[in-house]
């Protein structure tokens, strides 16, 4: 079975908050999972998977995306620099309306604000082979707008990057929010790819406008990504193979006894 799996990170650095420890991944540790990817998976790129899955060929076994939503300014502070020296092909989502400001969607939620990335930083990190995907300009709860201001935020978004880098082919729904009519207008824009954040597996049969991720928590430690790796999970816990095996057992015994 050949299939392959996206991450997703967000902020790489020091959470300030208890709050953020979710969605913010100390740089030691992110160098620590690349190390580790680099060195046991076959990481690929978001084009290479576009190609995939237009022409149906395989992936190597196993692959790896590596993702970054929302395009905070630490991924280019922290995050570039070890992408650069481990040379792992990645792709940041921004959210364009707020680039050169701060997380104004999160603060509204409580979190401590933070800045975003600016173009200059995007230009930058484009030149050295660092991918960027549409985010949307305000990162809203998309099936919750209406139909004219979705479709405004997906494609105002993508031009907005295309602008700056030339072409913008990937999207990712902001809080991985989506209905049929979202991934339509995602597909009507003009976008290859569409991540939501709905967690497992992706094949050569998915939707390539709803592939799904695996969320990094901030705080995850190695033998949690690799168990979210094994399993193509979210939920890592230490009882997560024993309660798989148990059930691939009872599994085989049904089997067995209703021979
Ligand atoms: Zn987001």
């Given at each position: 079975m050949r299939r392959f799996l996206i991450l997703m990170y967000h902020m790489i650095?020091?959470?300030k908050t208890p709050e953020e420890a979710r969605?913010?991944?100390p740089p030691a540790r992110f160098y620590r999972h690349l190390a580790w990817l680099k060195k046991h998976r076959p990481l690929v790129s978001l084009d290479q998977i576009e190609a995939a899955l237009?022409?149906?060929?395989a992936l190597p076994?196993?692959?790896?995306?590596?993702?970054?939503?929302d395009g905070h300014a630490d991924n280019y502070q922290n995050a570039f620099p070890i992408l650069r020296e481990l040379q792992v092909p990645a792709t940041i989502f921004l959210t364009t309306g707020y680039l050169?400001?701060?997380?104004?969607w999160m603060a509204r939620s409580g979190f401590p604000p933070s800045p975003m990335l600016s173009w200059?930083?995007?230009?930058e990190m484009h030149r050295y082979g660092i991918a960027f995907g549409a985010h949307t300009v305000t990162h809203p709860r998309l099936p919750e707008l209406a139909p004219e201001a979705a479709k405004a935020e997906i494609l105002a978004s993508k031009r907005a990057i295309e602008e700056r880098l030339g072409s913008c082919r990937?999207?990712?729904?902001?809080?991985?929010?989506?209905?049929?009519?979202c991934r339509d207008w995602v597909k009507e824009a003009g976008f290859a790819l569409a991540c939501s954040t709905r967690s497992g597996f992706n094949h050569l049969?998915?939707?390539p406008l709803a592939l799904h991720r695996i969320e990094v928590r901030g705080d995850d430690a190695l033998w949690q990504l690799k168990q979210k790796l094994k399993f193509g999970t979210n939920q890592a816990s230490l009882a997560l193979p024993l309660r798989y095996y148990a059930h691939r057992l009872k599994e085989k015994l049904r089997a067995w006894t209703s021979r």
């Open positions: 650095r020091v959470p969605y913010a991944c237009a022409e149906q060929s076994e196993g692959a790896v995306a590596v993702t970054l939503d050169g400001r701060t997380n104004l200059e930083q995007v230009e990937y999207f990712a729904y902001p809080y991985g929010l989506f209905d049929p009519a049969g998915r939707d």
